[in-house]
């Protein structure tokens, strides 16, 4: 069993940024690939990031060279550091943990953490 804390969410203008992190519980958390996603109201939940537990990332077309993906197995937590952020980045943000590998569908994660707001004003 693993849970998931997410934190770091707020209100931040355009243009600046928010570090979003998530801390996870048991002692398998190295072997998991770990995600972000978001889902905006009216949305459906979309993966934002992921890295794999060697430690290979990915990021969606959207967070490509602004948002940065990383994990601490020793202290059991990812982050991810979302720089110029823009309107459209509004969503409430999960963390999610996934045995086998980053996939952008969501029934393939077998954790996930109970969400963090982000609110980017223009």
């Known amino acids: 069993q693993v849970q998931l804390v997410e934190s770091g969410g707020g209100l931040v203008q355009a243009g600046g940024s928010l570090r979003l992190s998530c801390a996870a519980s048991g002692r398998t958390f190295s072997s998991y690939a770990m995600a972000w996603f978001r889902q905006a109201p009216g949305k459906k939940r979309e993966l934002v990031a992921g890295v794999r537990s060697g430690g290979s990332t990915y990021y969606a077309d959207s967070a490509e060279g602004r948002f940065i993906i990383s994990r601490d197995n020793a202290k059991n937590t990812v982050d991810l550091q979302m720089n110029s952020l823009k309107p459209e980045d509004t969503a409430n943000y999960y963390c999610?943990?996934?045995?086998?590998?980053?996939?952008?569908?969501?029934?393939?994660?077998?954790?996930w953490g109970q969400g963090t707001q982000v609110t980017v004003s223009s």
């Open positions: 999610a943990a996934s045995r086998i590998g980053i996939s952008m569908a969501s029934g393939n994660y077998d954790y």
